[in-house]
């Protein structure tokens, strides 16, 4: 059990990105992801101002080729002539040397563990034996110490980037999918920083599952102070959708960590445009103390009452393992996320698996029934109780060939009404048929205008044209209904 009454926010080193530093006590930093593509300078320039101007600190891009990250000295230098500072960072996934051509031109330059050495996932279960998994892990240190060098010439950042949906065959079948696996992903990359002194590095462990990111992330954490490092940490709940459902979804997992000390930068991952998710991880920022006193509340065991309370916000556990949440929310979104951060760590951790929640006398936002969708939204977005159909959706990004919001929109229209079934909307196939491993169906952009439709972990139908791709997962869901 945490002790919230003694709370301190877990201190790490200092990484400059840029001119503005994160970790060591600094503000938590927000940031969000570039959609259009990396090769369009000027929607770069411009989509990545409108991120900025709503407030974000650093901007990221996908460099998935090296014209890419050569086109990030083009975005950098027509930010920096429009009067912007704020770091740029390259998001890189299979090719090392594409890292190497971004590190020349971007601040920070995010790595993927599962896919940076070791090739693509596969779903297939390879077996090493001691001598040939060392021979792997050589591997890495021989294709990372030459980027390390070039990052260190030009005070460049790294981030290394885990993703659920993207561990490599190798972590897996050693591991399985495990939260040590996720973790032993990342720790194989910052052995090797460590043993070099580069000391430039941030961390990240993001998954579509909130329980697997929050265990994932303390486990780290963990597995960080046993061997002395202190790398400042990124947080997030990839491919949590648009919406309702994403924010609270995003509330849920990074407010967990939050409330517990633990993050010095975070993304919300929404299916929007990416400026709209500036002002949701603001609020989730600002609602730590709020949300951390309403859990020291709960914690306090106090038999806290309506009558007895008389308090405009309060939280109790009642009959062991019902939690209570009565808050005065400025507005729909405040109340979503205040609700979803404070009911996080008890939900996630499974002291509690049932949810009331209420207003205060000068907020009435919300109907009783409405109160009741969002405490099931919260209970759905923890694992708990499954009420509606899941989407499991990404953000986008420059990888992403087809109308994402617009297919997305489709999708939800169509199934809405299947309770408990679970679909993947994914832009590529980078995180996709790994982050939707748990879906029962996934739709997932496989070229330009080009979909592969998927029954678990099986794709089961292969670039069909996009025009068509929706009926034909409707049709999949149909008959697999009916037989």
């Not at 390879?126 to 110490?145: F, H, V």
Request: negative net charge; charged residues 25%; aromatic residues 6%.
């Amino acid at each position: 059990m945490t002790n919230h009454s003694n709370y301190h926010r877990r201190i790490s080193t200092e990484v400059m990105v840029g001119h503005t530093p994160m970790g060591a006590g600094h503000p938590i930093r927000i940031q969000s992801m570039a959609t259009v593509s990396t090769n369009d300078t000027e929607g770069c320039v411009a989509q990545a101002r409108r991120i900025i101007d709503a407030g974000g600190e650093y901007v990221r891009f996908t460099t998935q080729g090296v014209r890419e990250a050569e086109n990030m000295r083009h975005i950098r230098d027509g930010l920096r002539a429009a009067g912007y500072t704020t770091p740029l960072v390259a998001d890189v996934h299979f090719n090392p040397r594409v890292a190497e051509v971004a590190a020349r031109y971007c601040e920070k330059v995010r790595i993927n563990p599962g896919n940076y050495t070791d090739p693509a996932r596969t779903f297939k279960k390879i077996e090493y034996n001691d001598e040939e998994y060392a021979l792997e892990l050589k591997k890495i240190e021989q294709t990372l110490l030459p980027f390390l060098q070039i990052c260190r010439e030009h005070h460049t950042a790294i981030r290394i980037g885990v993703n659920h949906g993207s561990l490599s065959d190798r972590i897996m079948s050693r591991y399985g999918d495990t939260p040590e696996g996720i973790v032993e992903s990342c720790m194989e990359f910052l052995r090797i920083c460590q043993r070099e002194q580069f000391h430039d590095v941030v961390i990240s462990i993001k998954a579509s599952n909130t329980v697997v990111m929050v265990q994932s992330m303390r486990l780290l954490v963990k597995a960080m102070d046993r061997e002395d490092m202190h790398f400042p940490l990124h947080l997030g709940v990839t491919e949590a959708g648009e919406g309702e459902d994403g924010r609270i979804k995003s509330a849920v997992g990074i407010g967990a960590l939050l409330t517990e000390g633990i993050g010095d930068t975070i993304r919300v991952s929404l299916s929007e445009e990416p400026e709209c998710e500036i002002p949701v991880a603001r609020r989730i920022v600002d609602s730590i103390e709020k949300c951390r006193k309403l859990q020291d509340m709960a914690e306090s065991g106090e038999d806290i009452t309506p009558l007895a309370c008389n308090r405009e916000e309060y939280a109790f556990i009642k009959d062991g393992d019902t939690l209570c949440i009565h808050i005065n929310a400025e507005g729909l979104e405040d109340f979503q996320i205040r609700a979803a951060m404070t009911a996080s760590r008890f939900l996630i951790d499974r002291r509690c698996t049932k949810l009331i929640l209420s207003e205060g006398k000068s907020s009435s936002l919300l109907s009783p029934t409405q109160l009741v969708e969002v405490a099931d939204a919260i209970l759905q977005a923890a694992r708990i109780k499954f009420t509606k159909t899941e989407y499991i959706s990404c953000p986008g990004c420059g990888r992403t060939l087809y109308d994402l919001q617009g297919t997305i929109a489709r999708i939800k229209e169509a199934t809405k009404g299947m309770k408990g079934l679970k679909i993947g909307i994914m832009g590529c196939i980078v995180n996709g048929p790994g982050e939707m491993a748990d879906a029962d169906y996934g739709y997932v952009g496989a070229a330009r205008g080009k979909i592969s439709l998927y029954r678990g972990k099986e794709c089961v139908e292969k670039n069909i044209p996009e025009e068509e791709a929706v009926q034909r997962l409707l049709q999949l869901i149909e008959k697999d209904q009916h037989d």
